[in-house]
């Protein structure tokens, strides 16, 4: 017997995903040749398989769990062949992943009245904005993640000032930072991935550590998204105390180690692409002394975390070691507070998982 899904969970599916695939955002519904009819090449899938020796059957799930929308995923009909095949790619956690970024997709172009396509083409304008306002009005339609920011890094040199361009940026910065902190985000992450480019100012750079400092010593964890990154860049710069300051609220606290965390998974839009980011950061030749050890408080949340990407020895084992080459660089740095504490952490985590 397969635990189907109803035609209320059917809908429920397709309208959440905006009536698009969520693995290759084609439309899934649209006017026949006919007048007055529709076609359709949407169906739902099942992200734990419907029945026995399905792909992905999970038999701790319940039949009622297998037929609810928590357990479906709203596809074309080519990738709904693709994810029930038995021989099929998608694990459950890149369904959910892509769930996931589908429906919080369909919000935001709900709330916007705009497309994925539409806010990518404003991208193509980056290069040449020239005022703050041009600027943003093409960052604030988009989203904060890997993609978008990966996007501005290609087209900043595309630019003819890509310097220039990074200085207009980062005087949006601080009329945005309280109201608009995904952009501030956006920005900053663009300032930390193209320091060798940014040239602030002393009096903009002076700016700018100054809300950094603030948000730390206030505590304003909610303001993380934008710290972290702008904290990575000024300290590249050579505002290093800010940096440090971040790293003790990261590591010590366990309210802006969750909201980093929130926001990274968000970010990257799975735990392992997170995981090679940190392996691949971790062997950047640019990051040095205290911006090697930018990472530690990601790796605290996923050795902390019951997620399934690390639930293996081998990824559990990974992380472990991976933290401690973090806690001797700390050590190494002048740090060693904050290296004992991960030290201590590490040890423990090895003690539970070893009994």
């Not at 959440?16 to 007048?35: F, N």
């Not at 911006?291 to 902390?304: E, G, T």
Request: charged share 25%.
């Amino acid at each position: 017997m397969r635990d189907e899904f109803s035609t209320d969970v059917k809908r429920a599916l397709a309208a959440r995903a905006g009536h698009r695939c969520s693995v290759c955002l084609k439309p899934t519904s649209g006017p026949a040749t006919e007048s007055g009819i529709a076609v359709s090449d949407g169906v739902a899938a099942h992200i734990t398989a419907a029945s026995s020796g399905g792909p992905r059957f999970d038999p701790s799930v319940s039949p009622e769990q297998r037929r609810s929308a928590e357990n479906g995923i709203w596809v074309c009909t080519q990738h709904g062949r693709e994810i029930d095949a038995d021989d099929s790619a998608f694990s459950v956690q890149v369904l959910r992943g892509l769930k996931r970024i589908r429906e919080d997709a369909a919000q935001h172009e709900l709330q916007r009245g705009t497309s994925p396509a539409d806010r990518s083409a404003a991208l193509i304008e980056f290069p040449y904005a020239a005022t703050t306002y041009k600027l943003f009005e093409i960052i604030e339609p988009q989203a904060y993640d890997f993609a978008t920011t990966a996007s501005l890094h290609e087209l900043l040199y595309q630019a003819r000032e890509p310097t220039r361009l990074l200085n207009l940026a980062s005087e949006v910065v601080p009329g945005i930072w309280g109201t608009h902190p995904k952009i501030a985000g956006i920005l900053s992450t663009l300032f930390s991935n193209a320091v060798d480019l940014w040239q602030p100012s002393p009096g903009l750079l002076a700016k700018l550590e100054q809300l950094c400092n603030n948000a730390i010593q206030a505590g304003d964890w909610s303001q993380v998204a934008s710290v972290e990154p702008l904290a990575f860049a000024l300290s590249a710069k050579g505002c290093r105390d800010v940096h440090r300051r971040l790293l003790e609220r990261l590591i010590n606290e366990s309210h802006w180690r969750d909201a980093d965390a929130a926001r990274i998974r968000e970010y990257y839009g799975s735990v392992g692409i997170e995981i090679a980011a940190i392996i691949r950061h971790w062997h950047d030749p640019f990051r040095e002394g205290l911006l090697k050890a930018n990472d530690v408080a990601r790796l605290i949340d996923l050795a902390l975390s019951g997620d399934a990407t690390v639930a293996s020895p081998f990824a559990r084992q990974t992380v472990l070691d991976l933290l401690e080459i973090h806690a001797d660089l700390l050590f190494r740095s002048g740090e060693p507070d904050l290296a004992r504490r991960v030290t201590e952490l590490v040890a423990a985590l090895r003690f539970v998982r070893g009994k």
